[in-house]
């Protein structure tokens, strides 16, 4: 009986294939659309008019942690993102985008 306990123990034990999750932290990467950032290969998006919190936690999904906030005038703020995506806000509504020398949306300039 205890022979068979070992195998039966170490058949738990594999190593994930090409079917696994992402592991968690990892940004699922995002698409630059004029309507808000999407999620790559799907119709879905973080739209503009989508407020905060929500905004903020659904765009960490895709570009990484924020790391950096700061007003940038007129009652609007700048929420940088790991990944190079900079969200911008009008008090909680997310209305523009700055990545990769695009934009999007509202800007604070």
């Avoid at 905060?52 to 906030?69: C, F, Y």
């Avoid at 523009?96 to 604070?108: P, Y």
């Amino acid at each position: 009986m205890r022979g068979l306990l070992l195998p039966l123990l170490l058949a738990g034990c594999v190593a994930a294939g090409d079917g696994a999750a992402p592991p968690a932290g990892k940004p699922l990467g995002y698409e630059l659309r004029s309507t808000g950032v999407g999620v790559p290969g799907s119709p879905q998006e973080v739209s503009f008019d989508r407020v905060n919190p929500g905004a903020t936690i659904a765009l960490q999904k895709l570009a990484g942690p924020v790391v950096t906030e700061e007003p940038c005038g007129n009652g609007m703020a700048l929420v940088g993102f790991r990944d190079g995506l900079t969200a911008v806000f009008r008090a909680r509504e997310f209305v523009g985008w700055t990545a990769q020398d695009r934009s999007a949306g509202m800007t604070c300039t």
